[in-house]
């Protein structure tokens, strides 16, 4: 706009009611310009694990989906902001409970960014996982040695001294329910003396198959097994000798 003399000889900055609106307009797309060039757009992705929150005690829930990929996007000073540490992601499971059976729901995948500073797009991918919710269960079965081989020639082997007698068996109800029996495994050869130590004890199901998804108290039990001689036989047929006249 034109300037008086006075104006020019004193020059000052005009105020915004000086100028057209056209022209402050332009001036506020300069400025956003210029913020630009000195702060930038910028764009982060993390790719995080899921994580269950408030599921009821006694309870283990399966997510279909084990992890998460976090985009965030806004100016570079404030993405840059942002490390591994501050995101996360995760699922509400309160109030679901599954009783004796087996629940499966649709949930939503809740994203956090902590200490963020300025404004930041969140992006979350995916937005849903379907997650299997089961209760936990267990109960205690006798443990059984199995003999892997016949003891020596004129041997037997004695009752079996095991400690401890039984072991609990704990994990998801369906799991427990597939184990019928815990299994105290010999060494695959022949025994040459007495056996005293500790050996490993498997949960197997019905056909003798390992039961995996289970927990047993103890890994290992003790067996005491003493090799006993037995009298030697032999088995002989008698032919009666029959004389006189009844």
């Avoid at 409970?97 to 979350?124: M, Y």
């Amino acid at each position: 706009p034109p300037y008086t003399r006075a104006q020019i000889n004193h020059p000052r900055i005009p105020s915004a009611n000086q100028f057209s609106r056209p022209h402050r307009e332009e001036c506020k797309k300069g400025l956003r310009r210029s913020a630009r060039r000195r702060n930038p757009q910028s764009h982060k992705t993390f790719a995080v694990p899921i994580e269950v929150n408030d599921l009821a005690d006694g309870y283990v829930a399966e997510l279909s989906i084990r992890e998460a990929s976090i985009g965030i996007a806004g100016l570079k000073s404030s993405v840059d902001a942002v490390n591994r540490e501050n995101v996360g992601a995760s699922v509400d499971l309160s109030g679901i409970k599954a009783g004796s059976r087996v629940v499966e729901k649709v949930v939503r995948v809740d994203a956090r960014v902590k200490e963020s500073e300025g404004d930041l797009n969140i992006t979350i991918s995916p937005k849903t996982v379907r997650a299997r919710i089961e209760a936990l269960g267990g109960k205690r079965l006798p443990v059984e040695v199995k003999f892997p081989a016949v003891p020596p020639l004129g041997y037997s082997y004695s009752n079996p001294v095991i400690t401890p007698a039984s072991v609990a068996v704990s994990g998801r109800l369906s799991e427990v329910a597939r184990v019928r029996r815990i299994i105290l495994t010999l060494p695959n050869r022949t025994p040459n003396g007495p056996i005293d130590g500790n050996f490993k004890v498997t949960a197997v199901n019905a056909k003798g198959v390992p039961v995996d998804g289970v927990e047993l108290e103890v890994e290992k039990a003790r067996l005491k097994l003493d090799l006993v001689e037995v009298p030697a036989t032999k088995t002989v047929i008698v032919s009666p000798d029959v004389s006189g006249v009844p």
